[in-house]
């Protein structure tokens, strides 16, 4: 069963996602897995549907949603930060929290870029999640920034300026200074619980380097897959065999 569900951040701000929820006779709760987009992205993007349906597919129930700002969600897309991402991913949890079929024990959580990212901190904090997965994640966030922003020039000048012009709209400095307070590297050495890296090789907007050096440094385990960042079905694949593995 495919659904769609609204609940509130903490801001009160409606945020909008499609819940999937299977149907077996003799199963009265599921593990479930919240999926997270990227920065200018949303719920509905042809790899978003594909790996919720096959999580579903697999007797998962499946959450993805639009951040506050973000697709059908309210909020102003400027004001995005990744502190605000997280309390969505923490409202979205309660939402999932809050129905009979979803086995609290067996939470999950997979993000994209700058979900990865949110992914990566979330793990390392919240014992609600109990296994992750980040696809094309980084620790630095410059360069995989630099991409979709849209005048080069305007990087030096956006402090100044307070706002700058990327792809999805504006985003004020405030997402860079907010960034700025997480050390990833040192929350991926925090992560407790299973957490895997998928990662394209050719990916060129986020370096291959940069989710190796979390690997690396927090000892996490890494797949790289022939995609790019934009990633597809070998990603989704290893997505999903990892939460087979590691919730059920």
């Not at 919240?34 to 579903?56: P, R």
């Given at each position: ?52 349906e096959a999580l579903y597919k697999q007797g998962f129930v499946a959450l993805r949603f639009d ?62 999640i109990k296994s992750a997965a980040a696809i094309g994640a980084f620790c630095e966030p410059m ?60 990916d060129h907007i986020v370096a291959q380097k940069q989710a190796q050096t979390i690997a690396k ?32």
């Amino acid at each position: 069963m495919k659904k769609e569900i609204s609940f509130k951040n903490n801001k009160g701000q409606t945020l909008m996602g499609y819940l999937y929820v299977p149907e077996e006779k003799y199963k009265s709760k599921y593990p479930a897995v919240i999926v997270c987009h990227g920065l200018g992205g949303n719920k509905d993007a042809q790899n978003k549907v594909e790996l919720s349906e096959a999580l579903y597919k697999q007797g998962f129930v499946a959450l993805r949603f639009d951040y506050s700002g973000h697709g059908k969600s309210e909020g102003n897309y400027e004001d995005t930060t990744v502190t605000q991402i997280i309390k969505d991913i923490q409202s979205a949890i309660e939402a999932l929290y809050s129905l009979e079929k979803v086995d609290r024990k067996r939470l999950g959580l997979v993000g994209h870029s700058i979900g990865a990212v949110a992914a990566i901190i979330e793990a390392a904090k919240d014992s609600r999640i109990k296994s992750a997965a980040a696809i094309g994640a980084f620790c630095e966030p410059m360069k995989p920034l630099k991409a979709c922003i849209k005048n080069k020039k305007e990087c030096e000048a956006w402090a100044g300026k307070g706002i700058i012009e990327v792809e999805g709209g504006q985003l004020k400095y405030d997402f860079l200074k907010d960034f700025k307070k997480y050390n990833l590297l040192n929350l991926a050495k925090k992560i407790k619980i299973p957490f895997l890296l998928v990662h394209g090789a050719n990916d060129h907007i986020v370096a291959q380097k940069q989710a190796q050096t979390i690997a690396k440094t927090a000892k996490l385990p890494i797949k790289i897959v022939e995609e790019t960042h934009i990633f597809d079905k070998k990603a989704i694949e290893q997505a999903v065999e990892w939460f087979k593995k590691t919730l059920r």
